[in-house]
Each structure stands twice: as structure tokens, then as C-alpha cells.
């Protein structure tokens, strides 16, 4: 089964800046999609930033409120996902957590990594 460890969260003032990191135990970038979710208290979990399969062309979606803030990459070599964060808002506030999915998520759920915002 694959894992999934996520970092680079913490605490930042609005307008501020984090990069989030999200290492897999194995090499699934080429037939899965990938994304970034985020869950606030309170809320449901949502898609914040996905990227397609290496064989599908590596297409990068956002949800509207972090079009142009945030931006979705990996290293393939590394089996890594990234998740830069710019212009942080205090809403920005949650839990950030990586999978490949489909209509659902395919792997085990990390512990995520927080994100704390403040104003």
C-alpha cells in the first residue's frame, strides 16, 4: 500500500507564503492523478489543486478561491507532490493533505499537515 507523508505546513501571517510537500512511497504519478484537498474545522474536505497522470499530461486544475495563489508541481524523480502557497489568507486555514484519486480518493489518507493562517 502506498504512503502518503505530507509537510511544510505552519503557522504564517496573511500574505505570507508556505510550501507544502507531499512524499510517496512509491512511483504513482504516471497513471494517477493527484491532488491537494484541505479540510477546515467544521467543513468538508475539498479539492483545492489536482494535477493529471504523466500520461494524461500533467494538467493543473484549482478551485476558484486559490486560482492564482497556489500552484500544484512535482518531482517526478523524488515522488513528490508540491503545493506553493502565496498570499495566504486567514480562510486558507486547515489541514492540507495529498492523494491520487479518481472520483474518490485511491490511497490511505496521511496525517496532513496544518496550516494556520492568521489576520
Known amino acids: 500500500q502506498v504512503q502518503l507523508v505530507e509537510s511544510g505546513g505552519g503557522l504564517v501571517q496573511a500574505g505570507g507564503s508556505l510550501r507544502l510537500s507531499c512524499a510517496a512511497s512509491?512511483?504513482?504519478?504516471?497513471?494517477?492523478?493527484m491532488g491537494w484537498f484541505r479540510q477546515a474545522p467544521g467543513k468538508q474536505r475539498e479539492l483545492v489543486a489536482g494535477?493529471?497522470?504523466?500520461?494524461?499530461?500533467?494538467?493543473?486544475t484549482y478551485a476558484d478561491s486559490v486560482k492564482g495563489r497556489f500552484t500544484i508541481s512535482r518531482d517526478n524523480a523524488k515522488n513528490t507532490v508540491y503545493l506553493q502557497m502565496n498570499s495566504l489568507k486567514p480562510e486558507d486555514t486547515a489541514v492540507y493533505l495529498c492523494?491520487?484519486?479518481?472520483?474518490?480518493?485511491?490511497?490511505?489518507w496521511g496525517q496532513g499537515t496544518q496550516v494556520t493562517v492568521s489576520s
Open positions: 492523494n491520487a484519486f479518481k472520483t474518490s480518493p485511491i490511497f490511505r
Open positions: 512509491g512511483s504513482i504519478f504516471n497513471d494517477n492523478d
Open positions: 494535477m493529471t497522470s504523466l500520461t494524461t499530461g500533467s494538467i493543473t
